[in-house]
């Protein structure tokens, strides 16, 4: 690719230039993306223990000399499969969706627009933006900068920043270019419009990155939770496959030998597929996505899928106040002049602001001033010869200008600072602290205002802490807070969440602010030079009484967000800046803005802000909370459904049952997969939150997913179940000898039945089932599912298909019992529910 040439001024490229541009070059990315392999899926699932065993039973079958089941078997085998391949490729999609949403993103200039595009779709002769904290995607000529200082260490080694050009001035010896910026590298100060160059591979990231393939997701830790789970589930389930082939082969010693192995393995791989609980990854990777994706509806977008799980743990809500409590939209609001020239005090608070503004402050700045009738024009009309760029350890930043011979320096910044180099006396240095403290008191965030002139160019000092100012007053700021954000800020504390404010502003106007929105111990600040004299064991105490921290840079939000997480708090952290990246990785819950907030500050967090709303963040941790709650009910759910299954193929070989008559062969085990699965994948992730959800307490981290309380409810539900399935097979059973067919019906039956309502009764643990199902009336997915089931069994009972599955229609009197025995099996508990209440 060879250099473009910037075309109709900075129109940029047009709509269709691009398309034929990207036709060419193709997208801007590193590696193409690789297609999955459908036949490769079906494997990976195959791999699975519980299909393993499928397989083998349909094998016997054909051994037996019983072609039909070993098809029947082949053919619910294929259903399961289907089902779990169209899970994963559901899955799949919506990851790949989160992935674009997540894709990072760059302004280009495009017919004369700004327009915001994913950075894979540039190409070269593109115009783009670079601002502040954005990772830059492509190579570029620089062609127009201010203040641009880009880190190229990622590609050079140098930890310096490299201060970019528009001249095309080139050292020999030097490969890097000062008028050129690089793929991969990042903007750590001002802006700048760069002509795209190369894309892709061909950019000097992408030469290095060439032989570089994306590393494999690692599992999560409730991934292999789940999963460790399944292997001490599978390996049970082996021992009993053992003991159950033994027990049968003695029970049928009638039978020629070669009849009784047979017998004997495909009791024990009933067993052994009933104990399997297969479901529990599907399950977790199901609900996290989908979960996931819904955020993502709501304006929050998870990078991170283990964070959908950990918010609802969150503990402690680190914020910063402008932008996330506030609005954003800074007006000016007081203009106080310390000789009552206010004319001056704008104007050369005007002249102090950057000529190209971007930063809110500045803006409402420069509107005041034009409100007064200073104009941009009267303020820009000289020559800057320099500037001192503001930085989070100054500060205050200025700008010295040439004005008819006369030299000029303007500077503003936080009263503290520029105070520290301003001439006053003892008497005006008392008034301008009680001005601002007035100011504050009021909620305004305060800006002094200084200038100095100066004789000789040679005579401007190197940096701004050598200039000595005239202070000429101050300007209060204020930016409203967010509507309803007290309303949300009650409901974090209500959720046990304590919220903590982290600003850089001043700390009385923090704290006047927090009062307003209901923050509680506002009146306890901590200052950024305080933190500075704190060790880390003093702040951690602090911590646990703090809720304002003011003056604090960036840097400061690590030594905070450690405290907390120190205290065995888990935290959840805003930031939108550059140098918030580290705080933001080290936080539990890392937490970007999607408008405001840098690239790096994105990349770095695990959740982002697509409308940087503070009421986002509190659904968000509804939500969470919701996708948790379903995910253990999820699991207490499979334990219940497996344990009549798993009983059931356990107890007949106890009982001499012969193998002939019993309650489930292996194809019935497959056809209750066939229910299970959707079930706990699909419906019970669509369950609404509690109504107590936000307000409980925040869940303990190191609490088990399966928690005792769960596992001793699922296992009496699964027992009362078994009772209720078995006992009623084995009672038609010997009322009917040698018919087990209606006996295999009747107990068959009270198992698809009761999973109809074991999913409405276990929705909530407080909430009675009608009200359950009232929330969900008209949910298609929800009646889908059910009928579904009750359609189905109606084709296994009443169609040919009762044959070959060794089952036999029920009579209007035998359903009825089947509807009864069902309802009483698992309504029991709300029996329950009603001693909860009274409680």
Known sequence: MTEQKLMNGEKGLST???????????????????????????????????????????????????????????????????????????????LKALKNLSAPHITVIREGKEKIINSEDLVPGDLMIITEGVKIPADGIVIKSSDL??????????????????????????????????????????????????????????????????????????????????????????????????????????????????????????????????????VLTVFLSIGAWRLAKKQSLVRKLPSVETLGAVSVLCVDKTGTITMNKMALCEAWAIDGDNNTLCKTMGMACETDAYDPMEHAMLSFCEENNISRDELFSGELITEYSFTNEAKMMGHVWKNDNEIIITAKGSPEKILSISKLSNDERKVVEEKIYEMSSKGLRVIAIGSMKIEEEKDIPSTIHECELKLLGLVGLADPPRDGIDIDIKQCINAGIRLVMITGDNGITASAIAKQVGIPHSENIITGDELNNMSDGDLREKVKSVSIFSRVVPEHKMRIVKAFKENGEIVAMTGDGVNDAPALKYADIGIAMGKRG????????????????????????????????????AVGY??????????????????????????????????????????????????????????????????????????????????????????????????????????????????????????????????????????????????????????????????????????????????????????????????????????
């Not at 770095?604 to 009910?633: C, E, H, M, P, Q």
């Open 638 to 839: 499979i334990f219940t459904i497996h344990i009549p299954i798993a009983l059931a193929a356990l107890m007949a070989p106890l009982l001499g049952i012969d193998s002939s008559l019993l309650f489930l062969f292996p194809v019935h085990v497959v056809l209750l997969e066939l229910i299970i699965d959707p079930t706990c994948s699909i419906v019970l992730e669509r369950q609404p939150s509690e109504l107590d959800i936000m307000d409980r307490e925040p869940r303990d981290p190191k609490e088990s997913m399966l928690t005792q309380r769960i596992l001793c409810k699922s296992i009496i539900q699964g027992l009362v179940l078994f009772a209720a399935s078995f006992g009623t097979y084995y009672y038609y059973l010997i009322n009917n000898i040698g018919d087990g067919n209606v006996a295999r019906s009747m107990g068959l039956s009270i198992i698809m039945v009761s999973n109809i309502l074991l999913v409405q009764v276990n929705s909530s643990d407080t909430e009675y089932t009608y009200k359950s199902i009232k929330k969900l009336v008209k949910d298609k997915v929800m009646w889908v599912s059910s009928l579904g089931i009750v359609l189905g069994l109606g084709i296994v009972l009443y169609t040919p298909l009762s044959s070959f599955l060794k089952l036999a229609p029920l009579s209007f009197y035998e359903m009825i019992v089947v509807i009864i025995i069902s309802i009483v099996s698992v309504m029991w508990y709300e029996l329950v529910k009603i001693y909860k209440h009274r409680k």
């Open 16 to 94: 269709k230039q691009a398309h034929l541009l990207q036709e060419k070059y193709g997208k801007n990315v590193l590696v193409p993306e690789k297609k999955d392999n459908f036949l490769l899926k079906i494997l990976e699932v195959l791999k699975e223990p519980m299909f393993i065993l499928l397989i083998v039973a349909a094998i016997i079958y054909f051994i037996l000399g019983e072609p039909r089941d070993g098809a029947i078997m082949l053919v619910f085998v294929f259903g399961v499969i289907s089902i779990d391949v169209i899970q994963e490729w559901k899955t799949d999609k919506t």
């Open 149 to 282: 200082c880009v880190d190229e260490s990622s590609l050079t080694g140098e930890a310096e920043g490299v201060w970019k050009t528009t001249q095309t001035i080139q050292d020999e010896k030097d490969y890097w270019r000062k008028d050129y910026c690089y793929a991969g590298t990042l903007v750590i100060q001002g802006s700048g419009v760069i002509l795209v160059d190369k894309i892709g591979a061909y950019t000097e990231y992408g030469k290095i990155s060439t032989n570089v393939v994306d590393a494999p997701e690692s599992q999560t830790p409730l991934q292999k939770q789940t999963g460790k789970l399944v292997k001490t589930c599978a390996k049970i389930a082996a021992v009993l496959f053992v003991l159950v082939c033994i027990i049968t082969f003695f029970n049928v010693a009638d039978l020629p030998i070669y009849d009784r192995l047979i017998q004997s393995i495909l009791s024990g791989i009933t067993l052994a597929m009933a104990m399997i609980p297969e479901e529990f990854p599907v």
């Open 598 to 633: 840098s690239e790096v500050s994105r990349e770095a967090a695990d959740l982002i802000l697509l409308d940087d709303n503070f009421s986002t963040i509190v659904d968000t941790v509804k939500d969470g909370r919701r996708i948790y709650d379903n995910i253990r009910k």
